[in-house]
T-cell receptor, first 113, second 112 residues
Framework: AQKVTQAQTEISVVEKEDVTLDCVYETRDTTYYLFWYKQPPSGELVFLIRRNSFDEQNEISGRYSWNFQKSTSSFNFTITASQVVDSAVYFCALSQFGNQFYFGTGTSLTVIP | NAGVTQTPKFRVLKTGQSMTLLCAQDMNHEYMYWYRQDPGMGLRLIHYSVGEGTTAKGEVPDGYNVSRLKKQNFLLGLESAAPSQTSVYFC???????????FGPGTRLTVT
């Protein structure tokens, strides 16, 4: 069975603080893909990153970075120097072959100016 | 390109009524998906399609039917709406080679 757990329901930080969003996944497959999506208050879902199970390299994109650790089945997302525009709900997701996607319950991030 | 569009944006149904949600994409994507989003539940896959004329069940398919008669359209039907189907419905699509899903703006459905 595939499962994604985002234990942090809500997080509040003050602008310019760093924040890490946790994602833990369960799968019996050796090949799988992990994703992060952002859902701002406007409601649309925006793709942020995809990582496959064979690539454990961390990735950095501007203020965003992702830490993928197979040993702990985690794919955490860090925002450095948070900004008010980062306020959104963030979803982690898992898929084996891209047919079915399993989303976590999301973490609502509020950045306070 | 309009991307992924959903019709209607809002709808209120009475219990037992039926309706169809339309998802259209103009990106020539092979894969299409229907999700529902409920508070505290994240997104859950209802049905998906890997190509024109094919559909498959997702995680929560009961009470819904789908059709993909044309590559660009994916229809989600509720034959007899129930209050438990009150939700925000999202459609998504992607190419066969990329796992990145493009989402529509969502449809907010209320069943009273």
């Amino acid at each position: 069975a595939q499962k994604v757990t985002q234990a942090q329901t809500e997080i509040s930080v003050v602008e310019k603080e760093d924040v890490t969003l946790d994602c833990v996944y369960e799968t019996r497959d050796t090949t799988y893909y992990l994703f992060w999506y952002k859902q701002p208050p406007s409601g649309e879902l925006v793709f942020l990153i995809r990582r496959n199970s064979f690539d454990e390299q961390n990735e950095i994109s501007g203020r965003y970075s992702w830490n993928f650790q197979k040993s702990t089945s985690s794919f955490n997302f860090t925002i450095t120097a948070s900004q008010v525009v980062d306020s959104a709900v963030y979803f982690c997701a898992l898929s084996q072959f891209g047919n079915q996607f399993y989303f976590g319950t999301g973490t609502s991030l509020t950045v306070i100016p | 390109n309009a991307g992924v569009t959903q019709t209607p944006k809002f709808r209120v149904l009475k219990t037992g009524q039926s309706m169809t949600l339309l998802c259209a994409q103009d990106m020539n994507h092979e894969y299409m998906y229907w999700y529902r989003q409920d508070p505290g539940m994240g997104l859950r896959l209802i049905h998906y399609s890997v190509g024109e004329g094919t559909t498959a069940k997702g995680e929560v398919p009961d009470g819904y039917n789908v059709s993909r008669l044309k590559k660009q359209n994916f229809l989600l039907g509720l034959e007899s709406a129930a209050p438990s189907q009150t939700s925000v419905y999202f459609c998504a699509s992607r190419t066969a080679s990329s796992y990145e899903q493009y989402f529509g703006p969502g449809t907010r459905l209320t069943v009273t």
